[in-house]
């Protein structure tokens, strides 16, 4: 964590935890959010069950996030399965305080190809561990929905109750879950929260694929020496959000009062970030490190078709029922993830450079 105030809320928390831990149930837990949340969970002590069937996670994942949490850290038990079965998700929940539900296929493209899948795991699946966190009477679920379900708003910047027209079956799927978590709150009395998360980005993030995220797939160009691509003029906007401060969203969302943890929060850092200005910051940190970087330009290509304009989201709704205040900002949080990246691609003794 960089500049947490220490009076804030998620500290506490963290204390909290630390002295009386809980169970925690992560799906989705080999792939980039949900390894982190893993990472966390143990080093602050707590017993956590992940659920994943490795379609887009990696047993490196968890490798890598189990060493990370150190010696000292709480207990993982690991389930392979796959959230379309139920009874893989009954096993999940069994004994499980709190829900952090990450596993989904969570490609655009990809559900524009095969929209019938993405359904069958983000809708199918996604109730599936619901009706499995109701009969096994967790405390409370937490999932994450998406920034896609504002569609094609104009509202900038975009807040909780305006919401445009889905531009893919990945949107509907997740404005489907939400639909889903208020009415198994009304229905079975349920807790849930749904984090709509916008651009996420760190560690263990993939930037190999066609879909990759763009930070991870830039990084991987620079260090490469490989010409990064904008597609438009650069002036497409996102609000970049490191996952330090996803994992911050999830623990403050499971544990808030049941009065302020309700409905979906936008998790953001609240910043509007142009493409040219991201290419600039990270080839800017990358030149520190790899030389190579600092005379890079990039390529500009065809605008996409569907890519919205502006994306900025008005975190104040999290910030005051959750107390959400994200620690980092895009550069800083570019500054930690640059290092795991440019440590995974060089040399031992650059390697060892770097991590110092
Ligand atoms: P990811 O692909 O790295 O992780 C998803 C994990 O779910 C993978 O480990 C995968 O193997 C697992 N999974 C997929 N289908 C499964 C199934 N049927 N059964 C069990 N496990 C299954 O993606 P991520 O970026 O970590 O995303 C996590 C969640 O956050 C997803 O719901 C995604 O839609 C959402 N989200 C992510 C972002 C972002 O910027 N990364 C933004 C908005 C929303």
Not at 157 to 164: A, F, I, L
Not at 192 to 209: A, E, I, S
Not at 284 to 294: D, I
Request: hydrophobic share 45%; net charge neutral; aromatic share 8%.
């Amino acid at each position: 964590m960089t500049d947490q105030p220490s009076g804030s809320r998620y500290l506490h928390v963290r204390h909290a935890l630390t002295a009386r831990p809980r169970v925690w149930l992560v799906t989705g837990a080999a792939g980039f959010i949900g390894s982190n949340l893993v990472e966390e969970l143990l080093s602050l002590g707590q017993t956590v069950v992940g659920l994943d069937d490795f379609s887009t996670g990696k047993e490196s994942n968890l490798g890598e996030a189990l060493g990370r949490a150190g010696a000292s850290s709480g207990s993982f038990r690991f389930i392979e399965g796959d959230i379309r079965n139920l009874a893989s998700c009954h096993a999940a929940c069994a004994g499980v305080d709190y829900v952090l539900h990450h596993a989904a296929l969570a490609s655009v493209p990809e559900s524009i190809a095969d929209p019938l899948t993405n359904s069958q795991v983000n809708v199918e699946g996604f109730l599936n561990v619901l009706v499995a966190a109701r009969d096994a009477r967790v405390s409370r679920v937490v999932y994450a929905s998406s920034s896609a379900v504002y569609g094609d708003t104009i509202t900038i910047p975009q807040v909780e109750s305006v919401v445009g027209e889905l531009l893919s079956p990945y949107a509907a799927s997740k404005a489907a879950n939400e639909l889903y978590a208020t009415t198994f709150e009304r229905a079975y009395g349920l807790a849930t929260v749904g984090l709509r998360y916008f651009n996420v980005f760190g560690k263990r993030q993939d930037p190999n694929g066609a879909y990759a995220a763009v930070i991870p797939r830039w990084i991987a160009n620079l260090l490469g020496d490989v010409p990064c691509e904008i597609f438009g003029d650069g002036n497409t906007t996102r609000d970049f959000l490191y996952v330090a401060d996803v994992v911050q969203a999830n623990i403050l969302s499971a544990t808030a009062d049941a009065a302020r943890a309700r409905g979906v929060f936008n998790v953001a850092c609240g910043q509007e970030t142009s493409l040219n200005e991201l290419f600039q910051l990270i080839r800017q940190s990358l030149a520190r490190l790899h030389p190579g970087a600092r005379s890079a330009t990039p390529r500009h290509a065809e605008a996409r078709l569907g890519d919205i304009r502006r994306s900025v989201a008005n975190i104040a709704k999290a910030r005051d029922q959750l107390e959400f205040v994200p620690a980092y900002r895009p550069e800083s949080g570019l500054n930690e993830a640059l290092q795991w990246y440019v440590a995974r691609a060089m040399p031992t003794g650059v390697h060892a450079a770097v991590e110092r």
